[in-house]
């Protein structure tokens, strides 16, 4: 399995911004499998900004960013999302992509500009 982020950069505070993470080699797991987005600061450690089911049916998100991050999944595009909106300059970190806890994406740097 191969996971592929995209969609990071620079956004200044209070904007949006849309990350993607398509899936390729087992596309077969993607449909069963639980995703997950993870983000790392620096010199913090990896920590879970939300989470979505095989089918899509249950999300959870960390405190942080609930009411202002939705997670989704497009099974016919192998592609996991994740919308921010409202973001804080807390939010800059490296953005990374899971799948069923096992595989990692290469990540994508988020930056949140006061």
């Known amino acids: 399995v191969q996971l592929v982020e995209s969609g990071g950069g620079l956004v200044q505070a209070g904007g949006s911004l849309r990350l993607s993470c398509v899936a390729s080699g087992s596309t077969f797991s993607f449909s069963i499998n639980y995703m997950a987005w993870y983000r790392q600061a620096p010199g913090k450690q990896r920590e879970l900004v939300a989470a979505i089911t095989g089918g899509g049916g249950r999300t959870n998100y960390a405190d942080s960013v609930k009411g202002r991050f939705t997670i989704s999944r497009d099974p016919a595009k192998n592609t996991m999302y994740l919308q921010m909106n409202s973001v804080k300059t807390e939010d800059t970190a490296v953005y990374y992509c899971?799948?069923?806890?096992?595989?990692w994406g290469q990540g994508t740097q988020v930056t949140v500009s006061s």
């Open positions: 899971n799948m069923a806890g096992k595989y």
